[in-house]
């Protein structure tokens, strides 16, 4: 089979499509040809050597998908708990290796059965989809009326995140770095938005009521984690869950004391730790996409052999939405 790898560490240059062996058939594992599969920031630190990576080299990219199971091990019965999986199902997955290919071996307790009427490109939202859910339910449990501020507003998982808090009954001030993007968070129901490079913690601090700040920070940016501080009220929360922009400064615990502030990190590994947690997430997911109550804006496609391209685009910072790689 064909597969995007990389077998050494760097920049969208390192990525080839080249050929890699078929995965193996074996208990509890199905094996699944992507229809689309989802391009995250994740995906850009594993190829950096700055995350968690599985496998050893050559490396194929990707961790999120769907399409269709093609085949089970021979014999394997997959009933029960793990819902009634067979040959020709239309499933998703968003933490499994290797997804950047032809085929992929994904755990039956890592898939889901997608609604007919999800399509494969939408079902690519799972992990940004996923990441909104947790960070508006789990990370902060966002209440009616509170205040947030959403950075890379105009982000797959920006533009998430602002339809999530407005669900919940907040009010959204997204940060963006254009006119456009602007422009997409507004669209995406912001109630205000506000560049880089203006004085967005003074706007957050008027958003929040009083100069006080807002009530959450959403930082995925990292090196903006002293000012997202800054932007939270007194007593207010910053939930810090990606480094897009580069690593973040240290924080003293003094300053959280003396500012009664709380500082909290995310990922959504240590949420998805069962399938019934999939089934539960992915079923309020894919409901509210059906309804359509959450829409996905594409940015752009890219064939999976241009997926050095789409690396590039998505480092580029010019993506406003979701990213989507098709085999």
């Known amino acids: 089979m064909k597969a995007l790898c990389f077998d050494r560490f760097g920049g ?77 199902d239309r499933v998703a997955f968003a933490d499994s290796p290797f997804a950047n290919a032809e085929l992929v071996a994904v755990p039956f307790e890592k898939l889901v059965l997608l609604p007919a009427d999800v399509s494969f490109e939408t079902a690519a939202l799972m992990l940004q989809g996923l990441t909104a859910h947790y960070l508006t339910r789990d990370s902060h ?20 995140l602002i339809q999530f808090i407005k669900l919940l009954g907040g009010k959204a001030l997204g940060v963006t770095s254009s006119a456009e993007k602007s422009a997409a968070a507004l669209a995406a129901g912001a109630d205000k938005a506000v560049l880089y490079e203006e004085d967005w913690v003074e706007a ?31 007593g207010g929360h910053i939930v ?42 992915t079923t309020e997911l894919f409901d509210w996409v059906r309804q359509d109550r959450l829409r996905v804006r594409i940015a752009r496609t890219y064939q999976l052999a241009r997926g050095a391209e789409a690396h590039a685009f998505l480092e580029s910072r010019q993506a406003i939405g979701k990213i989507l790689l098709v085999p």
């Open 141 to 160: 449990n966002v209440r009616a009326g509170e205040t947030a501020l959403v950075h890379a507003a105009a982000g797959g998982v920006g533009l998430l």
């Open 12 to 88: 969208p240059e390192v990525l080839y499509y080249g050929d890699f062996p078929d995965p193996v058939l074996q208990p509890g594992i199905a094996i699944v040809r992507p229809r689309a599969a989802g391009l995250n920031f994740a995906d850009i630190y594993r190829r950096r050597d700055n995350y968690h990576l599985a496998g050893a080299p050559p490396y194929v990219a990707g961790y999120e998908g769907a399409g269709v199971i093609e085949a089970f091990a021979p014999g394997e019965v997959v009933t029960g708990k793990m819902a009634d999986f067979k040959v020709g």
């Open 204 to 234: 957050a601090g008027d958003f929040g009521g009083d100069g006080k700040g807002v009530d959450v920070v959403y930082d995925s940016v990292g090196s903006t984690l002293d000012d997202s501080l800054k932007s939270a009220r007194t």
């Open 240 to 281: 810090f869950y990606g480094m897009a922009g580069g690593d973040p400064a240290f924080v003293d615990p003094r300053r959280l004391m003396d500012e009664s502030k709380t500082l909290t990190g995310g990922n959504l590994w240590n949420v998805l730790t069962t399938h019934r947690e999939r089934l539960i997430r």
